[in-house]
């Protein structure tokens, strides 16, 4: 699987759009863009993935740049729940079969008053 | 749909003794995964399960640990005899890979269960 490299943390104020960028420049030509996230004592929560082409849906939009090295999440209003651990996380999509999901350490997203 | 359930939520056992965690997986999911949460080394997939079938176990830690799923409702991960390092959160969670659903990876977790090991 293509590595990934996330900042650690961020800060985002309540109300504005938070980005969170996603590094993967080793990604190869069948491998999506998966984010996840987690909120402080649960468990993780898918929340969109893309191939090349930029996604959205209720929770959030995932860009993803022309040669696919890099993507961001963008929560276009983020609030105090939306305070979290961010997965970026790049694998394959295998035609009826799972795919082993490697989490990394993410960005831990602090949004605040 | 509740989601996925586990049981029980925490578990606080002596070094040595016996612990089981349940797990009741999503209706019509086809794969179940157990995971595993430290601070030290993030979260770890231990193992999953195809169709109630076991298709990759080599993230469990060593044979003092075993998952079963006797059916597509139920799964079991159970350590024998327990270590304090085994302490730790334990995910399950389940998902649908479907090409017709068009759903891959997309993997639904349960709450949970903070095990304690004295």
């Known amino acids: 699987d293509a590595k990934t490299t996330q900042p650690t943390s961020m800060d985002c104020a309540e109300g504005r759009a938070a980005n969170l960028p996603c590094n993967h420049s080793?990604?190869?030509?069948?491998?999506?863009v998966y984010w996840y996230r987690q909120i402080h004592s649960q468990g993780p929560q898918y929340i969109i993935h893309?191939?090349?082409n930029n996604e959205t849906n209720e929770m959030a939009s995932l860009i993803i740049t022309e040669d696919r090295k890099s993507s961001t999440l963008i929560l276009p209003h983020a609030t105090l729940r939306d305070t979290a651990v961010y997965y970026c996380i790049v694998r394959a999509r295998n035609t009826g079969t799972a795919s082993k999901l490697t989490f990394g350490t993410g960005t831990r997203l602090q949004v605040t008053l | 749909d509740a989601g996925v359930i586990q049981s029980p939520r925490h578990e606080v056992t002596e070094m040595g003794q016996e612990v089981t965690l349940r797990c009741k997986p999503i209706?019509?999911?086809?794969?179940l995964f157990w995971y595993r949460q430290t601070m030290m080394r993030g979260l770890e997939l231990l193992i999953y399960?195809?169709?109630?079938?076991?298709?990759?176990d080599s993230g469990m830690p060593e044979d003092r640990f075993s998952a079963k799923m006797p059916n597509a409702s139920f799964s079991t991960l159970k350590i024998q005899p327990s270590e304090p390092r085994d302490s730790a959160v334990y995910f399950c969670?389940?998902?649908?890979?479907?090409?017709?659903?068009?759903?891959?990876?997309?993997?639904?977790f349960g709450p949970g269960t903070r095990l304690t090991v004295l």
């Open positions: 209706s019509g999911h086809d794969y």
């Open positions: 080793t990604i190869s030509g069948n491998e999506y």
């Open positions: 399960f195809n169709n109630n079938v076991p298709i990759d």
């Open positions: 893309g191939l090349k």
């Open positions: 969670a389940s998902s649908l890979e479907s090409r017709l659903a068009g759903t891959y990876n997309e993997q639904f």
